[in-house]
Each structure stands twice: as C-alpha cells, then as structure tokens.
C-alpha cells in the first residue's frame, strides 16, 4: 500500500522572498474549481517551511518528510533563490525521490542568464540528475510560470496552476470527474427544490436505461429552466450562493452522461452553466477562477454546431463580454479589448443574421458603450464621450420603438458613464447633470420592479452624483445624496453579506459621508470617526487578497480620519494615519494601478507634510511634498482632480506649479474648497488660479 500524500505541492523558496511564497501559498489554498468533483482539486494543503535552518548543515526532517509526502514541488526563482543553498538542496532531494513534478514560478531577475546576482533559476533546477543522484552536466532547460511585469505578469499563477491540475494553459480545458450528486447549499427553498429535483432526474437519466431519452429531455429542460428563467429570479437578488449552487448542479449532471448522450444542445447549456459560474466567481473576487469557466466555455461553443446558429453565436458574444469584463476590472486593459474587439464582431454577425431583432441591435449599443469604457481607462475622454454619445443614440432609438424596462436600464448605464467621462475632464455640472438623469431613470425602474441589483445600481448613481456636487463646491447637498446612497448599501449588504462588492461601495461612501458630512458642519467630529470606524468595519468582512481597489478604500480611511484629527489638533495622530494610508498603497503606486490610486497617494502625501509641518518639522514637511509632487508626475490626458493635487503638492513643496498646469484647472469648473482644509493653501490657490485664468 502507498503511503498517502499529505501535501498537494511543497513551496521551496529563499526567506528573503518569504512575503511572495506566503501569497503563492494562500492563493494555492484558497483556489476553487468551477466543479468541485475533481480528485486534483483542492491544492491544498500546500507545505511552506519557516523555519532560517541557518544553524543546521543538512535538510531538517520535517522538511524531508514533507518532501517525501508531496505530490509537486513549486519552486519560488529569483536571484535569492538561486543563491541560497537551501532552495538548491530541496530541489535535488525532491528529484532523488523520482518526482519530477517541480513547477517554477519567476518572480524577479533574469532566468538562464547564468550571472551571479542576476540568475533567477537555482542550479539544482538548470540541470538535470545523473545516474549517481548528483547533478551532471546536461541542462534540464525548466519550463516556469513568468510572474515578471515582462513575463506572463498576473497570468502566471493561472499558468502554474494548470500545470500542478495537470490541464492545458492554453484552452484551460477541466475535464474532471465530477460527482453525480452534491447536497444542495442553504439557499432559498425554490431554489433548493429545484436544485433536488435536478439531481434526481440527472440520476435516473443516467440509470433508467429504458426511458432514458424521455428522462434526459426533462432534466435538461429543467436545467435550462434553472439557467434561463429562475437565473432571471434570483440574479436580482443578489444571492451568489444560490447562482453558484445552479450552475454547479447542472455540471454535475452533464458530466454523469455518456459522450455519446451530450447533444449539441447540451453542449450549449453546459456553456451556459459556466458562463454562470464564471460570473459568481468574478463577482466573489476570485478573477482567474472565473476565467478557467470562461473559457473553457468559449471553447465549448468553438467547437460545437447546432440547427440555430444565433443562438450559438449570441451565447459566444456573452461569453467573450465576460472575459473582456474580468479583465477589464483586472486593469488588463489590452486583453479586455482583444475580447470587446471579438463581442463587437459577433454583434455584428448577429445583426446581419437577423436585422429586425432588437435584441442583437442592443448588443451592438453595448459593444460600442465598452468601446467607450476602454477609451475612459486610457484617459481619452474624447473618444470616450463619442462612444457614449453613440450608445446613447442607439440606445434611445431602442427606447423609442420598444418602451420597456431593459433598454431604459441600459440607457441610464450609458449615461453613468457620460457622468464619469465629464468629472474626469472636470466638467463638473455637466457630470452633476448627467447623474441626476440617470437617478431619475433609476428611480422609475426600481419604483417598478423592486430588488436589491435595481436597489444597487440606484444607489451607486446617488453615490456619483454626490461626489460631483461635491467637486463643484456643493458640499450639503453632496452629503445628503450620499446619505441616501449609505442607507441603500446598508440595505443591500443584509441581503448578501458575501457580496464583496457592495460591502467596498458602503465602506467608500461611508468615508464620503464623513468627510462631506465634517467639511459642511453637519457631522461632529466625534460622529465623523464613527462612520470611519464602521467604514472600516466593512472592508474587515472583504474576504479578499489585497488589490489595489481595497488598498484604495483602506488608504482613503486613514487619510480622512488623519484629516479630522489635524483639524482638531492632533497633528502626531493626523501624522500616524497618513503614513498607514500610504502603506497600504506602496505596492500600487506605478504601473496599471496609477490612475487609480494616485489621487489618495498624493492626498494622503498632503497630509502627511501638512501635519508634519504641524508638529514644526518644516523641512522634512518639504521634502515629503516635494517627493510626492515628483512621483505624481501628472500626464496628459491625466483626470484634472490630479492636476489640482499636483499644484497643491508644488505649493507645499515650496516649488512653482506650471502656467499649463494651472490653466487646465482654472479651464474647468473644479471647486478649491474639496480639497482645501488649510485657510493659507485656500487663499494661494484662489490667488494663483484667478490669475491664470486672466
């Protein structure tokens, strides 16, 4: 009898690379199938050893053990590692035992170079074993995952993932064994029958041998129900349990049934149900989970054909628009538009299949709107106004012909985006106007329908329309759009304390309420750090690994809570949450994430020299702002509110800001006073800019 493996996979790693290994290992751990049923899955558990074992000439038994009760070895490759004796004698004893399972991972300098200090690959990894047990001569020429910017960046914990399931990188095709039956999840009692019945037909479909084709044809009925109808019912919900358990039910049936009993139907709704999965999984935070159910459902359709061609093709479309979704949110910019790229062309196949269906005509309104949303990424709003302005033309036209709920709800999702496109340039009234619109149109839907989804996308329109009036100096009336849009998420995360999402939009408007709220007189000082603290409450129940979103929010916590305290005198606190506020974002400050996280680098930067300056360090106040004022380091086509962080920084660094500079702020109509606390910047600014503007 074989000894059983405790251990999926055994990290070898240099200590100096101990914060990225222990990442790797939680992520390893925390990885999820689309179907559970697999024998490969979980990864876990996963050994990592802490121990320096600098004291000790060979190898410690635990790790020896642990070697032994291994299935594959990960190894962590960086110059450390190449240098460190022991990454080198983990991996030779791991091929002494004839595993050849090993599975590199890059993470910094140059592998194959063979230059001390350079060389990522250990020697134990380069060449391979003799027959001796020592390392001969012939290179072993290791294929790695490249976690490198100039690699295969965030795809390759994808990569290595593949490799340790044992699956293609390429296609991601899981074709694992799935269990026939699961117990349905806690979920509402509909839903929970159905998912029972679904079971107990898949189950005698594949033992009633005599009614089979009666049987299947029910159950699969049943499961496009399941995908179609009551999807519609409970995606409204907002209850991603209950869509997780749908689509994992239907896969569990599929993979019960013979090859030769897979139609081309249930080809299509399988493709149907990890298309779903997909969406729970993206939608939980958990990005390349969901793209292994995209596309292993792309490949699906790819390669399948049936009576009706736009049915295949409609589903592709959607399928390709969460992928490039997934990466969009990712901040893959590039691949997100391989995909929109790809939807746009099958819109427009579908459309010439079928010119009068009013439903492909609106995937062409939502190929031209994400054509719009990529163009707002890469800080062209002019092309991005114009896309917008086209999907909104479509999208009226729509309207126009066929009154009803669906294209009213895209419409005001075009104008959101026509409302972002205008704060962006600085056009601030005009973004106000345009948000109000959309609040207008989301009020008559949710007045209509009720739900927590319409509930959402209303709150989040009062949330932005806040936020704008806020930009334009019209702080009162911004806390009272924000304090609607509070009330709502509140409402929202006890319907689905698991929707991460939500739980991040009420720790952001919550910090916004407090901010508003302090800055109009409304709020104490003291009901101003309570929001705060429940702000920060929320983000404790965001079950995820840190992303340059969450850092965002944490870093806008501490840097409102640091304002408080330095308008209320307490200079050394106002100090301690500026230096938090920037440790939460170091690792996002360059690079994709820059837009993003730079306006709360440069305002927690602020505050830390303005504090600073408080406590009567002036030049170390300087040179704090004048080393954020240099990292900023605004480009064109920049959002203007960095512009105007920009020349606040310049002010406090003692350096001159630019007439160009000043000239974009003064040409909009961004209002001082949002981010002027201090009476002598107020009055610098006031003065600068008015003479700019003569």
């Known amino acids: 009898m074989s000894k059983p493996t405790r251990y999926k996979t055994f990290i070898s790693y240099s200590h100096k690379d101990e914060a990225w290994a222990s990442q790797l290992q939680r992520r390893l751990e925390n990885f999820k199938l689309p179907n559970k049923g697999d024998s490969r899955w979980p990864l876990r558990p996963v050994f990592l050893d802490r121990s320096e074992l600098a004291s000790s000439p060979d190898l410690s038994d635990s790790v020896n053990r642990a070697l032994e009760a291994s299935d594959a070895m990960v190894v962590v490759c960086s110059p450390a590692a190449a240098a460190s004796k022991w990454v080198n004698a983990e991996i030779l004893a791991f091929k002494r035992l004839g595993n050849e399972a090993i599975y590199p991972i890059v993470i910094d300098g140059e592998p194959g170079s063979g230059i001390l200090g350079s060389e990522s690959f250990p020697e134990a990894l380069r060449f391979q074993l003799g027959d001796d047990g020592e390392l001969s001569s012939v290179p072993a020429e290791p294929l790695a995952a490249d976690a490198r910017k100039q690699g295969d960046g965030k795809g390759a914990y994808l990569k290595l993932i593949a490799g340790l399931l044992g699956v293609s990188f390429d296609s991601l095709k899981l074709r694992q064994q799935r269990r026939q039956i699961r117990q349905a999840l806690g979920i509402a009692a509909g839903a929970t029958a159905m998912l029972v019945v679904t079971s107990f037909l898949a189950v005698t479909a594949y033992r009633a041998q005599q009614d089979a084709e009666r049987t299947r044809d029910q159950a699969e009925n049943l499961i496009s129900f399941m995908l179609g109808d009551l999807r519609e019912k409970l995606q409204p919900v907002g209850r ?90 990712d901040l893959q910019l590039e691949e997100a538009q391989e995909h929109i790229d790809k939807y746009l062309e099958i819109s427009r196949s579908l459309v010439q299949l079928e010119p009068g269906n009013a439903d492909f005509q609106l995937e062409l309104m939502y190929a031209e709107s994400n054509l719009g949303t990529l163009a707002y990424r890469a800080n062209n709003m002019a092309q991005a106004r114009e896309y917008f302005n086209n999907a909104l033309e479509q999208g009226r036209a729509l309207l126009s012909r066929q009154p009803i709920d669906e294209y009213e709800y895209e419409l005001a999702d075009t104008i959101s985006w026509l409302g972002a496109v205008e704060s962006s340039a600085g056009n601030f009234a005009d973004a106000a106007s345009w948000y109000q619109q959309q609040i207008g149109i989301r009020e008559r839907l949710l007045a209509a329908r009720e739900s927590p989804s319409r509930k959402h996308l209303l709150a989040r329109a009062r949330f932005n329309y806040g936020d704008a009036l806020r930009q334009a100096g019209q702080v009162s009336e911004a806390y009272a759009a924000i304090s609607k849009s509070v009330q709502s998420y509140r409402e929202l995360v006890s319907y689905d304390p698991q929707n991460y999402d939500w739980q991040r939009e009420l720790a952001w408007t919550l910090t ?48 409102q809570r640091g304002r408080i305290e330095l308008m209320e005198g307490n200079a050394g606190q106002a100090a301690d949450h500026a230096a938090n506020a920037l440790a939460y974002l170091k690792s996002f400050e360059s690079g994709k994430d820059r837009v993003r996280v730079l306006p709360i680098f440069a305002k927690a930067s602020y505050l830390l020299s303005e504090a600073t300056l408080a406590l009567g360090n002036r030049e170390r106040s300087v040179s704090i702002a004048k080393a954020a004022f240099r990292k900023l380091a605004v480009q064109e086509n920049d959002p203007v509110e960095l512009y105007a962080i920009a020349a606040l920084l310049a002010y406090r660094a003692e350096l001159p800001a630019s007439d160009e500079m000043l000239s974009i702020i003064a040409s909009t109509d961004f209002n001082a006073r949002a981010y002027m606390p201090y009476t002598d910047a107020e009055e610098w600014w006031t003065r600068r800019i008015d003479s700019s503007s003569r």
């Open 512 to 559: 916004l309420l407090a901010r508003d709220g302090y800055a109009a007189g409304i709020m104490s000082p003291s009901e101003a750090r309570s929001n705060l603290l429940l702000a920060a409450e929320a983000m404790s129940r965001v079950d995820e690994e840190s992303t340059a979103e969450i850092a965002r929010v944490f870093a806008a916590i501490d840097t």
């Open 240 to 329: 991603l349990d209950v869509l997780d358990g749908v689509g994992e039910q239907a896969l569990d049936y599929f993979s019960s049934l013979r090859e030769s009993e897979l139609t081309s139907d249930a080809m299509l709704t399988r493709a149907t149900a990890l298309r779903q999965i997909g969406e729970v999984r993206v939608a939980q935070g958990l990005i390349d989970e969901g793209l292994i159910a995209f596309y292993e459902a792309r490949d699906l359709l790819e390669n399948v054909s049936i009576d009706n061609e736009s049915v295949r093709l409609f589903e592709l479309g959607q399928i390709n628009f969460w992928i490039a979704d997934a990466y969009f949110n």
